[in-house]
């Protein structure tokens, strides 16, 4: 069945690094967009990223852009976020997500894994 | 990228219909027929519920329906029952393959 299970998250203080990662399985991984969304403590959702199915087309919210890296490695059935210059307002529950057609029918999307950003 | 505007909480009682509007603009929801509905129980992985203002995934119940009028797109419930209440946010297209969401409306079933 198709499964996303993230990973990597954890407390890291502001103005570090973290890298998240996706791990896909069930579908073919490599036809499909993917998306990383996340939800801070008792907030709504927020759209964080995508990356194409070939990595080659990668967006980013204002929120992120110029400090996230979303990228994948379609051999590895992987996603991955790289966060740069942490801040506080980043500490949230972090989703990855399938995207049936690029159009943002997220149709398939993990447990998420937790990041806190605090000293 | 300003969040979709969302009721907070709506509720209603068992075989009732309820309805939560989604509020954008004319840079989004009034633009672009690319909003999508998602349901999510606290602790679990949200679910896709609507897909392109009023398609259902496959096999989804058709108590679910969406609707889009100018800049709001809306979300019926019909016949609700105990297991519908949870978050509902919805989603759209913004511009440039970026995607916005609403606040979120939590659903209490009475």
């Known amino acids: 069945q198709v499964q996303v299970v993230e990973s990597g998250g954890g407390v890291v203080q502001p103005g570090r690094s973290l890298r998240l990662s996706c791990a896909a399985s069930?579908?073919?991984?490599?036809?499909?967009?993917m998306h990383w969304v996340r939800q801070a403590p008792g907030k709504g959702l927020e759209w964080v990223a995508v990356?194409?199915?070939?990595?080659?087309?990668?967006y980013y919210a204002d929120s992120v852009k110029g400090r996230f890296t979303v990228s994948r490695d379609n051999s590895k059935n992987s996603l991955y976020l790289e966060m740069n210059s942490l801040r506080g307002e980043d500490t949230a529950l972090y989703y990855c997500?399938?995207?049936?057609?690029?159009?943002?029918?997220?149709?398939?999307w993990g447990q998420g894994t937790l990041v806190t950003v605090s000293s | 990228q300003s969040a979709l505007t969302q009721p907070a909480s709506v509720s209603g009682s068992p075989g009732q219909s309820i309805t939560i509007s989604c509020t954008g603009s004319?840079?989004?929801?009034?633009?672009?027929?690319?909003v999508s509905w998602y349901q999510h129980h606290p602790g679990k992985a949200p679910k896709l519920l609507i897909h392109?203002?009023?398609q259902r995934p496959s096999g989804l119940s058709n108590r679910f329906s969406g609707s889009k009028s100018g800049n709001t797109a809306s979300l019926t419930i019909s016949g609700l029952q105990a297991e519908d209440e949870a978050d509902y946010y919805c989603?759209?297209?913004?511009?440039?393959?970026?995607?916005?969401f609403g606040g979120g409306t939590r659903l209490t079933v009475l």
């Open positions: 997500a399938r995207d049936q057609d690029y159009g943002g029918k997220f149709d398939y």
């Open positions: 069930g579908f073919s991984f490599s036809i499909y967009a």
């Open positions: 990356v194409s199915y070939d990595g080659s087309d990668k």
């Open positions: 004319s840079s989004d929801v009034g633009i672009y027929n690319l």
């Open positions: 392109d203002v009023t």
């Open positions: 989603c759209s297209y913004a511009r440039s393959k970026t995607w916005v």
